[in-house]
């Protein structure tokens, strides 16, 4: 079915520090036109380094392991179940603080330009 992605297909993008990210729903994928959507799997000892989306706004959901997020605002630990929403523009962080990978899965509207279909040559 042309509207379902299964993770396991997607070949993950490596990261560092240490971790993978895989870009799930999108333009390229699926056809979305208003956002975008992907997994995150942060190791042991790892983390996702400070950053901004100046335009998009970002939702995540923790889907296991334990982290911390860190903004100007001050820091939040993170256990699975809980949600997080980002603000275009607010600086922030993910330290993973547990003893297994931290997954999660991220939602950005607007979707990231790198997640649209590239122009044609």
Do not use: C
């Amino acid at each position: 079915m042309k509207y379902v992605v299964d993770a396991a297909d997607v070949e993950g993008v490596k990261k560092v520090p240490n971790r993978v990210s895989k870009l799930l729903l999108s333009e390229r994928s699926v056809g979305i036109q208003g956002f975008s959507m992907g997994q995150n799997v942060t190791e042991v000892g790892s983390q996702i380094p400070e950053h901004a989306h100046e335009v998009s706004e970002e939702g995540m959901y923790i889907v296991s392991g334990q982290g911390r997020l860190i903004t100007d605002e001050g820091e939040q630990d993170l256990v699975a179940g809980m949600a997080i929403y980002m603000p275009p523009g607010v600086k922030h962080s993910i330290v993973n603080t547990g003893d297994e990978d931290l997954k999660l899965v991220w939602v950005y509207s607007p979707a990231l330009p790198q997640h649209r279909k590239q122009a044609s040559a």
